[in-house]
């Protein structure tokens, strides 16, 4: 019994031995690629509150939701691009009477467009998002990462004096996709990038 553990040890102490020597010759660096983002659509949320407006003679619910939609189609954008939310509206917890609408555009133009039906009093706009296409994360993206992190790994080399040998280990550390994301009046979002990191041996 005590030779079987006396030779696990030694096998044990052997391979933490040849670990630290692969250790000791290799260069681990990351490579990374630009993943092409395509926008499905730009969505924001307006709440209609008049209880919560400043001016005198409030005007009912239905009477400014009116006058809201016919300025809608004042400036050449469709009623339908507009979808009530009773639900989220409830989230706000503005509990007298009003509604919040989520409006959805492709275009920049129809997004600016209707930012400016907001007043910041009666009319406010309570969240903007994109939502994005889905990712393909094809074999020139990956082959990129590789090839940047390739580059990477032949100037340490050079550097050390030692000559680049093979791929020991690739680790994709690509960040979930994500496809809806908040953003605050639509300021540009960090760019995304298919992440890898990847050991080389060094001779």
Do not use: C, W
């Not at 009116?66 to 009530?84: C, R």
């Not at 275009?107 to 007043?119: G, H, I, K, P, Y």
């Not at 791929?167 to 979002?189: G, I, M, R």
């Amino acid at each position: 019994m005590k030779k079987m553990i006396l030779a696990a040890i030694i096998l044990v102490s052997a391979l933490q031995g040849h670990a630290q020597e692969q250790q000791n010759h290799a260069i681990q660096v990351g490579g990374a690629a630009k993943i092409n983002r395509e926008v499905e659509a730009y969505l924001i949320d307006f709440a209609i509150a008049p209880e919560y407006g400043d001016t005198e003679g409030k005007k009912s619910f239905e009477d400014v939701k009116k006058d809201f939609f016919a300025k809608v189609k004042e400036v050449g954008l469709s009623e339908n691009q507009f979808k009530e939310d009773k639900l989220a509206y409830q989230a706000l917890q503005l509990f007298r009477e009003g509604g919040l609408y989520t409006f959805q555009t492709r275009s920049r133009d129809e997004l600016l467009t209707a930012a400016r039906l907001a007043n910041g009093n009666i009319i406010n706009i309570t969240a903007t998002r994109i939502k994005f296409k889905p990712v393909v994360k094809d074999e020139k993206g990956y082959e990129t990462a590789f090839l940047d992190s390739k580059e990477k790994a032949a100037k340490i080399a050079k550097a050390i004096n030692k000559k680049l040998g093979p791929v020991l280990a690739v680790t994709d550390l690509t960040q979930q996709e994500t496809t809806v994301a908040e953003t605050y009046y639509f300021k540009p979002l960090a760019e995304q990038y298919i992440y890898l990191s990847v050991s080389f041996a060094i001779e």
